[in-house]
């Protein structure tokens, strides 16, 4: 079946500093990858639609100075977490979905625990 | 707007069977997802329905009404490794995934 690496698991990082996370997709090519954000005990929340070639469409409220997705290729796109800050904190998980069918199931990755301190 | 409902929480018995409901309003509609999530991981894909009528998958079985907006997902002979949230997804006519909160299944021995 279709496997998303996602990379690292978790990472601890000092406020200020910056944090790349790497979404692959292992045995198929997507188009469009997601990045979500999950606060413990809450649901889901997408933050933004990667586009290979072309600029992400972030959600509203989500800064794109501060969240940087960069979609280089039709398996990989990295999210950068710009001086992070506490507030950032959380679990980011990416997902994507075979190329040409749009009806297919969103694959995930297995999610990067993010620490600020 | 777009909205999906699910229950928050549900509690059921190890070997019996639960039914957890979703209802869903889309914009257009180009089917439905059941995920699984475990605490501290990311999502599993479980099923997806885009006609109506009953999906069954070994222990798991997911159903689908289009005229009733409604989804369920229905889990026989529960195990305790069940206990996880289930995520209800509808895709919209852009083919974009509309999620809901999810309900947290909480396994009794």
């Known amino acids: 079946g279709a496997v998303v690496s996602q990379h690292p698991s978790w990472v601890i990082c000092k406020s200020g500093t910056s944090v790349k996370i790497e979404c692959r997709s292992l045995?198929?090519?997507?188009?469009?990858m997601f990045w979500y954000r999950q606060f413990p005990k809450q649901s889901l929340m997408l933050m933004a639609t990667?586009?290979?070639?072309?600029?992400?469409?972030?959600e509203q409220g989500v800064e794109k100075d501060k969240f940087l997705i960069n979609h280089a290729s039709l398996t990989l796109s990295t999210l950068t977490v710009t001086s992070a800050h506490p507030e950032d904190s959380s679990f980011y998980i990416c997902s994507a979905r075979d190329l040409g069918f749009d009806n297919s199931p969103l694959h995930f990755g297995n999610g990067t625990r993010l620490t600020v301190t | 707007g777009q909205n999906i409902d699910q229950p928050t929480e549900m509690t059921a018995t190890e070997g019996a069977i639960v039914q957890i409901n979703c209802t869903y309003q889309t914009s257009g509609f180009n089917g439905l997802f059941w995920y699984q999530q475990h605490a501290g991981e990311a999502p599993t894909f479980l099923s997806y329905n885009v006609l109506d009528g009953l999906e069954e998958k070994g222990r798991f079985s997911s159903f689908l009404s289009r005229s009733k907006g409604y989804s369920y997902l229905l889990l026989k002979e529960l195990q305790m490794k069940d206990s996880a949230s289930y995520l209800c997804a509808a895709l919209d006519s852009n083919y974009q995934l509309i999620w809901g909160a999810g309900t947290k299944l909480i396994i009794k021995p």
């Open positions: 045995d198929f090519q997507a188009t469009t």
């Open positions: 990667s586009n290979e070639g072309s600029k992400a469409t972030y």
